[in-house]
């Protein structure tokens, strides 16, 4: 575990933190406004970045038209560019605009998802202008529609990239979308690709930088910290495909590493429709500890079926923050996550990021699983990798986006890590309490990315 102390160094329980306070209405209430949609929907969160390519079946685009409802009125709709100058703020920046390609799903699946990451560009966005732009000039968001599907995804990189010719892409919800529009972006088209989202791990690819956690970062402070806690047999359970196995198999070698034991391992497909097997094989298992990277939707099943089925254990995992409760009811309870943010555990300031969003856009989850932080952070990221170069021009802002860093982060002080496309970050243990808030029990410092070193 690479460790090293942040500069900001939270309390674990910070003084200054009101958890039920939100701009007037409980934190929780609007976490059940927004969570509720996702609910609805079946998905929304990193659990959907984490779908690997290997799973992606070929099929036709969708169109490209904004979902109702889903964002606020000064939300981009797909290949538009907002008015810079509406920003709030004096002193609005002025030239030629630098534009920002949002590469998300307005629509599909997990239109959930897309929603807040166009909210949180919107905001990042007019947050910046209002700050006098990057290098005195505007910044505009042109929204792609990845529409949930690869097909989609790449037709809207390709835009974005040919047609829009913007300065550089951020976004993805789906690793498959990742994959398929990698080449189309940061090879093919010499664009800066920025992937906002946790993730499987492994992706070094020239012009591709990711700004959300990498498997070490939530897994090398939970398992042990689970193991000193909560018990050292380990019964781990996922969907099937890449993300799961992946974290699932650095969880086994973090056990066995610490001296405890995985007595079963188990994956569910991702077209089942019950998981009561998967349910069965837990509990029967004796493990004090149920790792889960259960997917949505029968991640609700599996969860609540293991409370209902007397499972007395800890249910941990990396998929779970804030909306744990509103969409696994009681179950979540006693839930143990490893984040970058968790809004108990941030400062004032941190809070107010979210607050301002939430306030502007009422649908917005800004959560980890969302991956909204790691939207924001990627804004201010690239922000400061432009103004170190001084250019637009992707092999300089590349070289500097190398090194750069992120001050004001949500959560704590962001950087990347040199040498590795990904950033060190702050990451906090907790657990999710009855009241649908998430109790910090450990703040685990800055934690450096293991990747492509």
Known sequence: MSNHQDPDQHDSEPSNVDPDAHGGLSRRNLLIRGAGVAAAFGFGSSILAACGSDDEEAGSSTSAAPAADTAADDTAAPGTTPDAGTAAGGGAPSGDPIKVGVLTDVTGAFSVVGASNVAVAQFAANKINAEGGILGRPVEIVVGDGASDAAAGATAARTLVESDQVDVVIGGVASFTREAVKGIIAERGDTLYIWPASYEGGECTPNVYSTGAAPNQQLDPLVPWLLENKGTTFFLAGADYIYPRNVLAYVRELVEAGGGTVVGEEYYPLDATDVATLISQSIDSGADIVFSVAVLPL?????????????????????????????????????????????????????????????????????????????????????????????????????????????????????????????????????????????VLVDAGVIDPVECG
């Not at 950087?415 to 496309?421: F, I, Q, V």
């Open 299 to 439: 991640s609700v099943q599996f969860h609540q079926g293991l409370r209902d089925g007397g499972f007395e254990g800890t249910i941990a995992g990396t998929l779970f923050d804030e909306t744990a409760t509103v969409l696994f009811g009681e179950a979540a309870t006693g839930m143990i996550c490893c984040q970058d943010y968790l809004y108990t555990a941030v400062d004032a300031a941190s809070q107010k990021v979210a607050d301002d969003i939430i306030a502007e856009s009422p649908d917005t989850l800004f959560t980890s699983t969302i991956n909204s932080p790691a939207w924001y952070r990627s804004f201010y990221l690239y922000k400061a990798a432009v103004e170190a170069a001084g250019t637009t021009a992707t092999a300089e802002v590349g070289a500097a986006f190398d090194s750069a860093s992120f001050p004001d982060n949500p959560g704590g002080a962001a950087a990347m890590k040199p040498g590795t496309r990904h950033c060190s970050l702050p990451i906090y243990i907790g657990e999710v309490l009855a009241d649908g808030s998430v109790k």
